[in-house]
């Protein structure tokens, strides 16, 4: 069973900068993506930002400029580096990994962000 463990999140004042990391149970490779998800409240989730196992990254278009998603294969973990953060950024970040195809998607239980203005 794959696990995945966030964490990194906080209270941060708007323009400010957080790191999150999602460490994960198994080599990063064995993964086809793996990236972040954020809910903010009363909406849905909305996909952040992924990185393949090739390492090609892709960016929702608000973060892009701000965020960056990266990895470190030796401690099988990802990071995203938040930065200039806005008040629309709050919200439950997500970890997920999408394995082979046919296997299920894979969760972390999730890091509140919260940005004041």
């Known amino acids: 069973q794959v696990q995945l463990v966030e964490s990194g999140g906080g209270l941060v004042q708007a323009g400010g900068s957080l790191r999150l990391s999602c460490a994960a149970s198994?080599?990063?490779?064995?993964?086809?993506?793996i990236g972040w998800y954020r809910q903010a409240p009363g909406k849905q989730r909305e996909l952040v930002a992924t990185i393949s196992s090739g390492g090609l990254t892709n960016y929702v278009d608000s973060v892009k400029g701000r965020f960056t998603i990266s990895r470190d294969t030796a401690e099988n973990t990802v990071y995203l580096q938040m930065n200039r953060l806005k008040p629309e950024d709050t919200g439950v970040y997500y970890c997920?990994?999408?394995?082979?195809?046919?296997?299920?998607?894979?969760w972390g239980q999730g890091t509140q962000v919260t940005v004041s203005s």
């Open positions: 198994t080599s990063t490779f064995s993964f086809r993506a």
């Open positions: 997920f990994a999408d394995g082979r195809p046919g296997s299920p998607r894979y």
